[in-house]
């Protein structure tokens, strides 16, 4: 019903003509039938004045303190006193609507969190690049096309899958009519606010009360790992901290073989859609669940070998272990033929959506940090370590410690690893797996504290009072020396609008011709020198994953060039079809006397 509305909007000839048919054939004329529609501005202003009181009736705004006062009868009279017959003037106070708003947490949180981010987006308002993330020049018809190609011409040429996550997010920007660019800033401007409500509505299906589950997503939102995610451009870890709050909430430890199927498939459907944006955790799903199975079997091995028949086993229940295996099988084959190629190239599961970067230090990620250039300083104290201490010492929820212990351990031993694909270099990004044992530990440290401080109450002054003291101290330090840093300096990131080309004008006008020459750019970030290989266009969001590594000629031609000992450097390149190179500004001129001193290039 969405596409065929979306369809009349963007092609309104046909209800135009349709109009023009049935104008002769109409039963009534127009003016017969004014009389009994009443004004649009009339209407109007209804259906503002009906939005306002949903409004406030939803959420109790304007509503008096005290109860009006009902009329006694003479039985609640009771004995006079002396001061009957005096006139009462006392006036009944009725609350502001700002006084409702500050005692409605959802409302107040909500407001604060839209209020920071709207001057922490000041420089991200337009179409965005940088960091991990490309910029998105076409429309929803570009990704479908470039995850309909068998062959990428990106760089040297590639025939690797395109990743599903493209597909998805071009179904996506239906919501801004297939407008890439704006779809991407819409993200990445609204998603602190959605991260905020996906958390609340989480908490709120685990029994937390509004206040509880409000500060809750006050504390998600201001999470490292997303505030990390927006500043440098992580598309996948961003779309799986909007999503994974509501697919935690599934309650999925209360599987078991009588779960209807539908359940099942909803379940293997929405990993696969988490999986899409994160190879890591699609594999992780899937083999932890394959593990499962495997031990199920194991311990049914005596009753299997002794039905070791084909007719025998048909008659065995494996209900249980059919919806194990679905549930780890069904994200495989939605992400197919992309998966494929993750269990063909190992190293490709370490790797994200966009261009790799440099990760943070082992300091930032002992406080569950990610960190990273542009990310959140370590000054800024992350709640995360202090609540997995909290549920590793409790015996209620000691497996959800355990494991995201496992998680946290897994992402400080791959933290040190230098992962080379999409095209460039760059460590292994973390963020993925701390964000899941962020969604896994809120719910849980919530509450336990709720249990736990109206027994401090009645208790003598103890450990618990201290820890208790010191985890709200932190949680009150962190949440607002994150908002004043956002505020301030969290703006200036990585990811901006109005990025300038990277190609000049000349270049990309050759990528019109038939033989599209390529062009080699070499931009000089900080004591580095960073290089790709392009055909006249800028690197479009979608191409670093389809990106193939170069030939070991080239790279060594590119190093030597770098390096000035290269004298072959122009040959090799040229060889590949690689016609031009160019410098991007700020151009290091050490660099260009190189290039002009070895000979075989042309101003």
Same mark, same amino acid.
């Given at each position: 019903e969405l596409a065929a509305v979306g369809f009349v909007i963007l092609k309104p000839n046909d209800l135009i003509s349709a109009r023009k048919i049935r104008k002769p054939k109409r039963l009534l004329s127009p003016r017969i039938i004014r009389e009994f529609i009443p004004p649009r501005g009339s209407q109007v202003r209804k259906a503002w004045d009906r939005s306002i009181n949903a409004i406030s009736n939803k959420y109790n705004l304007g509503k008096k303190v005290d109860d009006e006062l009902e009329p006694m009868s003479f039985s609640d009279i009771g004995v006079l006193d002396n001061n009957f017959d005096e006139l009462d003037m006392s006036t009944q106070k009725k609350s502001l609507r700002f006084e409702t708003l500050r005692n409605r947490p959802f409302l107040f949180g909500i407001g604060s969190i839209l209020l920071i981010d709207l001057i922490w987006s000041r420089n991200r308002f337009g179409s965005l690049s940088g960091g991990a993330l490309p910029i998105a020049h076409g429309g929803a018809a570009d990704l479908f096309s470039k995850f309909a190609q068998s062959w990428h011409p990106v760089s040297m040429g590639s025939a690797s899958p395109s990743?599903?996550?493209?597909?998805?997010?071009g179904v996506a920007s239906a919501l801004t009519l297939g407008n890439m660019s704006f779809f991407i800033a819409t993200l990445f401007f609204l998603a602190p606010a959605v991260a905020f409500i996906a958390m609340y509505r989480a908490l709120k299906r685990n029994g937390l009360s509004v206040r509880?589950?409000?500060?809750?997503?006050?504390?998600?939102?201001?999470?490292?790992?997303?505030?990390n995610s927006i500043n440098q451009g992580r598309l996948g870890t961003l779309v799986i901290a909007l999503l994974l709050p509501s697919f935690t909430s599934l309650r999925l430890y209360v599987?078991?073989?009588?779960?209807?199927?539908?359940r099942i498939y909803t379940t293997g459907l929405f990993a696969g859609f988490i999986g899409a944006f994160s190879p890591i955790l699609l594999i992780i799903w899937s083999t932890s669940l394959l593990a499962i199975l495997l031990v199920s079997l194991f311990v049914r091995r005596e009753e299997i070998k002794a039905n070791r028949k084909f007719v025998d086993l048909i008659n065995l229940n494996f209900d249980l272990e059919k919806r194990i295996f679905a549930l780890s099988l069904v994200p495989l084959l939605l992400n197919f033929p992309w998966s494929g190629t993750l269990l063909l190239h190992p190293t490709q599961i370490l790797l994200q959506p966009g261009l790799p970067l440099p990760g943070g230090s082992a300091l930032n990620l002992l406080f569950m940090n990610p960190g990273g250039v542009s990310g959140v300083p370590i000054w800024i104290i992350s709640l995360f370590l202090p609540f997995l201490f909290v549920a590793l010492f409790s015996r209620k929820f000691v497996k959800i410690g355990l494991f995201t212990t496992t998680l946290f351990s897994l992402s400080l031993f791959l933290s040190p690893l230098h992962v080379t694909g999409h095209g460039s270099v760059g460590k292994f990004w973390t963020g993925d797996l701390l964000l899941v044992?962020? *969604?896994? #530990?809120?719910? *849980?440290? #919530?509450q336990i504290f709720i249990e736990l401080i109206p027994n401090l109450r009645g208790s003598r002054l103890g450990l618990g009072h201290f820890v208790s003291g010191f985890v709200s101290l932190l949680a009150i330090y962190s949440v607002i020396s994150t908002g004043i840093w956002l505020s301030l300096v969290g703006g200036n990131s990585e990811v901006k609008s109005g990025s300038p080309n990277v190609i000049p004008a000349f270049i990309t006008s050759l990528s019109e011709t038939a033989t599209r020459p390529k062009t080699l750019v070499l931009e000089k970030s900080g004591t580095s020198t960073n290089y790709f290989i392009t055909r006249g266009s800028d690197l479009e969001l979608g191409d670093p994953d389809i990106t193939v590594g170069n030939p070991p000629e080239i790279d060594s031609a590119i190093n030597e060039l770098i390096s000035g000992t290269g004298i072959n450097s122009?040959?090799?390149?040229g060889l590949y079809g690689i016609q031009y190179v160019y410098l991007r500004n700020p151009i290091d001129q050490g660099l260009v006397r190189t290039i002009d001193g070895l000979g075989?290039?042309?101003?």
């Open positions: 990743p599903t996550w493209l597909e998805i997010t509880v589950s409000s500060a809750g997503g006050v504390i998600y939102s201001f999470s490292p790992v997303l505030i599987f078991n073989s009588r779960t209807n199927w539908r044992c962020e *969604v896994l #530990l809120i719910p *849980v440290a #919530l122009s040959k090799v390149l075989g290039f042309t101003r």
